[in-house]
């Protein structure tokens, strides 16, 4: 069976308002492992503290796997993530095995969950870092970028993927990341691209960053090298406030500041979209310590945090999360962080639990407090632009070949030129190889064949199905086709090398 | 002008075979900025150990570049290069401005530079470092990936990058991994790639690893998901040997190793191709402390120790990497590393190279002895395979659409059905969109369009052909095709989410 057959058929989209002093309803998971035991933890902290959520529990994971749903999720489920619009999420086991699907890109991309928020802050001297400082928050873009997950094998030699790099995906998750800095009291915005060499994709990347970086002049900006940037983060994270990036590079650089942090144990997440938000730990589901009442619940009690925030509970997300902070800073510690000077009574899941509730209302002395205003972070639809004029001057025609030098290649496929298409260059590999080339150009057998309007004139579609239809023709293997277009008089398209 | 006008005209690829006892020829170059002081310290020290290398020094940088070359070099360096086959490059200042070109970048392509090799090697104690320690290579591929340069604008709002990986690229590059593993005392060799998103460009990857694995058995090997293993990397560096990667990640994660070794002014790279070999200084020309003889020659000294190396004086490689180290150990410091409790004597450029005479023939005591095994190590060109029986089986047309729901594409796009090819899915940033589909789907102008056969049989070309032309008289803008092919009976391209 796949993942969509497991989702009811679309229903009109949910409203969720409910009465403001009506108990907010939440979906909550428990979970596999350590799960149910760090989410009873979590849910004795926000109902000491009065938090006034309604749980609806749902149910998934590994028995949900084992009952042959391959998303581990129950169907009716989706009816009651659609009308919380918010889910508590426990860590789940997926099965190894064919045909098992990720929970976590089930629900992203079912819900649209565009911006994955991971704060990663260091307690030291509580639990010990090798570096001076950090108190950083990752925004990774969660929906595009190599993920679409768009593949094709084309030739015996050569496989692809698609790198998808969209305007109103980069907007949103941009403006994303700047409205959370003013809304979270964040100083900087760093974004890193690779767009010294992809300058189309990562340079819309960086140009849109920058467009809306201009709205915000009460927030500093910078953009830095994805390469360097991470270097820097690696070996001086103090220097970085709020990070917004593709998802690849969001996938990475997350995971760094979490591991250098020292506290992926103790680290909340956030996947957020414009109708849904789930919020869970990083860290896994544990099994081999489960039931023993000894796994640390800060994780999903912070994410608890982070959810009370969204929803705009500003003042219950504030009590908690200084009250943790003060609990961790008095030394009582679960076992995974017991053992520095500053550890002074090591206690089981519940009993830390207790201990939060037993200082809600206390501060932290010596970490920082935690604040959260009671506004949330607007989720806007970008509005779609006008459109730019279009115009086709060409198209890249993809041959699988083998039967000789490059120079026979473009000899075959000059047969194949039409009045208002001829063959103006071949790479192979991304290196020019017709006209021109050099004998130590390393040859597979996929090549890229560019053709132009001998003049430089816009072409229409036609021509190009009449192109493909005389190389077709000719014998000549065309394997896939990227038409060349100009927006507004801009060419949309690089170049080839030495073109 | 452009980079290939700098490049002359193909010759017949030339031996550089030379009697082994004559001098062997070496292309050097001087570079801008800190280059010449710290070229004249090198080659003083590799005079002073009798490599017997002939130097034939070639223009490249500033001078070259103001001169209207758009790559920096001049067009006469291109035959030095070829007929020495072995480039020591001091670092060059690249002007900022349009046109320019990089020069690594245009040697890297021209010349199939295929392997990038970094050494990172922590000096501890001489040099503080945060971490455990560090000593390991990152041996990046240097010419596929997302890297090819390959980009377009398809609509108003899509932007795509191809990412190509490449069986033989894969295989030349691991295959020199492991065989730098072997020939260099290393023991292990760990893959990083993404292959649980990107299963079959990534895969491949992976797959071509654990193949080439299998040949070195006495060589250790594993593999780690890009993200984790770059984690680990940055927080815990001893846990890593020999690390191969694809294009991309091989760019971050060297950066990252660099940083964290503390040494970024002390390292040596490689660049490495088939007929041809650069190597040179990861640090620029740091032109505001030019000409004050106190930059420190040992970046560029280091590189030229691996080209001893890798042109099979490993003999000399040990007694000048020696004799280095022990310079380091006994406190002779250039500025830039003077300053902990182990530094005994500040020294400049000159004095430093002085020192390391000074000591050749010397072992270091404290730090970890070099040995270069006199045997180079093997450059491969993979042979080509027998093809597979290639079987067309459909066709992925992306269109350009804003006039609707995807229900509405779908009726129009079947009006354009053939006998041989019908409408099978459509997804919008590689989420299902129809059939099916869910209202919270976030929907750019940019559509997937799947087609294959009624029956699932195997189609020919022309039925792609004629597709095409059939949605050109719909009126709909078709923007590029990538064709679905089955390899020996195995599917050659990924399913739309829920297909």
């Keep these: 069976m796949n993942t969509t057959a497991a989702v009811p058929e679309p229903q009109p989209a949910t409203e969720s308002v409910q009465p403001t ?28 503290a009065q938090a006034g959520l309604d749980y609806r529990t749902v149910e998934i994971g590994e028995s949900v796997y084992r009952r042959g749903h391959s998303a581990g999720i129950e169907p009716e489920a989706w009816d009651t993530l659609r009308e919380t619009g918010v889910f508590l999420k426990a860590p789940i086991t997926t099965p190894q095995g064919g045909g098992v699907k990720s929970l ?46 768009i593949e094709h094998r084309q030739t015996d030699e050569v496989y692809q993927c698609l790198k998808l790099i969209t305007r109103p995906g980069t907007e949103r998750i941009v403006r994303y990341a700047f409205e959370y800095a003013r809304r979270r009291g964040r ?37 830095m090298i994805v390469d360097i940037g991470m270097a820097r983060l690696a070996n001086a ?84 999360h200084n009250a943790w902070l003060r609990t961790i800073e008095q030394g009582v510690h679960t076992v995974d962080i017991f053992g520095t000077v500053h550890s002074t009574r090591q ?51 993809f041959t699988h070949w083998t039967d000789g030098s490059p120079a026979d290649l473009a000899q075959a496929l000059m047969k194949a030129q039409t009045p208002d ?16 080339g050099l004998p130590e150009t390393f040859l597979t057998d996929h090549w890229r064949c560019r053709f132009q309007h001998p003049s430089g ?26 038409h060349l277009y100009q927006f507004d008089g801009e060419r949309g398209f690089s170049l080839g090398q030495g073109q």
Excluded at 124 to 137: A, E, G, S, T, W
Excluded at 200 to 216: M, N
């Design 347 to 397: 206690v089981g899941t519940d009993e830390f639990a207790d201990a939060v509730i037993e200082r809600l209302g206390e501060l932290p002395q010596s970490l920082k407090q935690a604040t959260y205003a009671s506004d949330t972070i607007p989720v806007t639809t970008p509005a779609r632009k006008p459109a730019a004029k279009k115009e086709l001057l060409g198209v890249d025609v």
């Design 21 to 48: 002093d009506a108990p907010r309803a939440v979906a909550v998971a428990r979970g596999d492992g350590i799960g149910p035991e760090i989410m009873d933890a979590t849910l004795k902290v926000l109902d000491a």
């Design 104 to 149: 976590n890109v089930t629900i992203r991309k079912t819900l649209g969950l565009y911006a994955n928020v991971r704060p990663c802050i260091a307690y030291d001297p509580y639990i010990p870092i090798k570096h001076q400082h950090l108190d950083l928050v990752i925004v990774r873009e969660n929906e595009e970028d190599l993920y679409a997950g």
């Design 457 to 482: 004139a816009v072409i229409e579609r036609s021509a190009v199905v009449k192109l493909l239809d005389q190389i077709d023709q000719e014998g000549l293997d065309f394997i896939k086709t990227e």
């Design 187 to 223: 100083k900087k915005v760093t974004c890193l691209s690779k767009d010294n060499i992809m300058k189309l994709t990562d340079g819309l990347f960086h140009k849109v960053f920058d467009e809306i970086a201009a709205e915000f002049p009460d927030i500093q900006h910078e953009h």
């Design 421 to 436: 298409l001829e063959l103006v260059m071949i790479t192979n590999r991304g290196v020019k190889v017709w006209p021109g």
């Design 237 to 320: 994270p103090h220097l970085f406030d709020v990070v917004v990036t593709p998802n690849l590079y969001g996938d990475i650089v997350s995971d760094i500041a979490a591991e250098i942090s020292g506290s992926v144990g103790l680290a909340p997440s956030a996947n957020i979209g414009e109708h849904f938000a789930m919020f869970e730990a990083i860290h896994g589901s544990a099994p081999t310590i489960a039931g023993q009442n000894i796994a640390n619940p800060s994780g999903l009690l912070l994410s608890a945090v982070k959810m009370l925030a969204h929803l705009g509970l500003g003042e219950k997300a504030t009590l908690i």
